[in-house]
Each structure stands twice: as C-alpha cells, then as structure tokens.
C-alpha cells in the first residue's frame, strides 16, 4: 500500500443498482468518530467508541423522478407522477458504491457502504432559482458486516469488495 495514490475528480454514485453519473459540485464521504475519555487510575487514559456516523454527503445537478425519489424516500411512483407517502418508507438500508470517474475500471479505489440508507432527519428541500437545480441527497452507514473475524460489524470498504472475498 505505499504507492497508495487516492484519484482526484468527480464520481459515480450506485445505490441499489442505480447509477448516478451527473454530479454537482461534490460528494463528501465521511467517518464521524466520537469518543468517551476512561480514567482508568495512576495517569492511565483510554477511549471508548460512544458513537459512530459513516456518511455521504452528494449534490445531484440533474433533477429527474429517479433523483427526487433518492432525494426523498417517501415519495411513490403515481400516473405520470409522485405522490408521498412519509408512512411507507423502506429503511433496511442498501448497497452504495462510490466510485471515482478517474480510475476508469479499476475498483481499487471505490468507497463501498454496506447498507446505506437515506438520512431520514435530513429534510428534502428545493431551491427554485435562476441557477442549476441540486438535489442534495445524504446517506448514513449501518453496521453490517463483520471482516477478519472482527466482533465489530463494519459500515463499509475501501477496494475492490468481490476480489477481496468481502
């Protein structure tokens, strides 16, 4: 690992099978960490993991019925149209690759969030201006799966999954 060299660029965007090529101007992958401080005697200081957000943060330029859908999970296809229905949303959490444009087919730099869902406390809101109209769309992890018989289930991955046997 290093020669390690992390692509720089825009992104492709897969969510339970659907690819989403037509980025605005970012996506933000991040790993929120936040830690107990434990006096264990004599000087002796340790942490403890109390919470753990893995997300990704992405600006949609392309504002389409799939993109509103991803946008917000409660609304439901309807005669040429959407409707919602906030009673009926789906949160078993799904796959979500990111994958940089730059690394052509190369997967070794893909971010793979085992089971993703779309942040449920993150509003939807439209913008009506003279600019490009974004879509903000933001994913939290979930703890799914467990790797090198770690006890922690981990959120997601960073390489290529299937020639890693994850």
């Given amino acids: 690992m290093s020669n390690l060299r992390i692509p720089v ?3 492709d965007i897969t969510y ?3 690819t989403y090529s037509n980025l605005g101007s970012e996506a933000l992958f991040e790993t929120n960490k936040k830690y107990k401080k434990m006096n264990h005697g004599q000087q002796q200081i340790k942490y ?3 919470e753990y957000v893995v997300s990704l943060t992405l600006s949609l330029s392309e ?3 799939e993109t509103l859908k991803l946008a917000d999970q409660s609304l439901k296809d309807y005669s040429g149209g959407l409707y ?3 009673s009926k949303i789906d949160y078993d959490g799904k796959e979500l690759i990111i994958h940089p444009v730059e690394s052509g087919n190369d997967k070794t730099y893909d971010i793979v ?3 993703a869902i779309v942040d449920p406390e993150n509003p939807y ?5 003279k600019g490009a109209d ?3 769309v933001r994913f939290l992890g979930q703890p799914s799966k467990q790797i090198a018989g770690n006890t922690f289930k981990s959120y997601y991955f960073i390489g290529d999954p299937v020639k890693a046997g994850v």
């Fill in 9 to 11: 660029g825009l992104c």
């Fill in 16 to 18: 339970d099978g659907k």
């Fill in 48 to 50: 403890m993991l109390e």
């Fill in 63 to 65: 504002e389409n019925y």
């Fill in 84 to 86: 919602d229905n906030p």
């Fill in 113 to 115: 969030i085992f089971k």
């Fill in 125 to 129: 809101t439209r913008t009506f201006s």
């Fill in 134 to 136: 974004i879509v903000n």
